[in-house]
């Protein structure tokens, strides 16, 4: 099954592309939001990840909202299983999730890393960071 692990970049970004966001991230099996990147923003739009959550949850998919990447972790340590695929992706450190090796011991094979400013994940998504990481059999 494929997990995506995703953190919106900034609060107008987010709000700006909300329903999209929500349509192209529940092409998954299992979505995790983490709290906004809010970069240099301040929460002026009312705006949230568990908005997201919510909005990506009506479309059908299995989506959970953590606000801290040690929930996220847990979460993910409790319900990925051998075979899964992994996807971190979104702005700021999200791909520090699953860098710890003791969340998946002796069962994570990083296939890619890509951590560059101008990496572009997608028309709506400008810059981030992607890592994905494959629970092997």
């Not at 929500?22 to 809010?38: N, Q, R």
């Not at 801290?68 to 700021?92: H, P, R, V, Y």
Request: net charge negative; with cysteine; glycine share 6%.
């Amino acid at each position: 099954e494929i997990w995506c692990v995703f953190q919106p970049h900034t609060y107008t970004r987010t709000k700006a592309f909300f329903h999209e966001f929500a349509e192209a991230l529940s092409h998954t099996d299992h979505l995790v939001l983490a709290d906004i990147y809010a970069a240099r923003e301040t929460d002026t739009l009312g705006i949230s990840s568990s908005d997201l959550a919510k909005e990506a949850a009506k479309l059908g998919t299995d989506t959970h909202y953590y606000p801290s990447f040690a929930e996220i972790e847990a979460f993910l340590k409790e319900n990925c299983k051998s075979g899964d695929l992994l996807i971190t992706m979104g702005a700021g450190d999200v791909v520090k999730i699953g860098e710890d090796r003791r969340i998946f011991p002796g069962r994570v094979q990083d296939l890619r890393t890509v951590a560059s400013a101008g990496f572009c994940l997608s028309h709506w998504l400008s810059t981030g960071n992607v890592r994905i990481l494959h629970l092997p059999h």
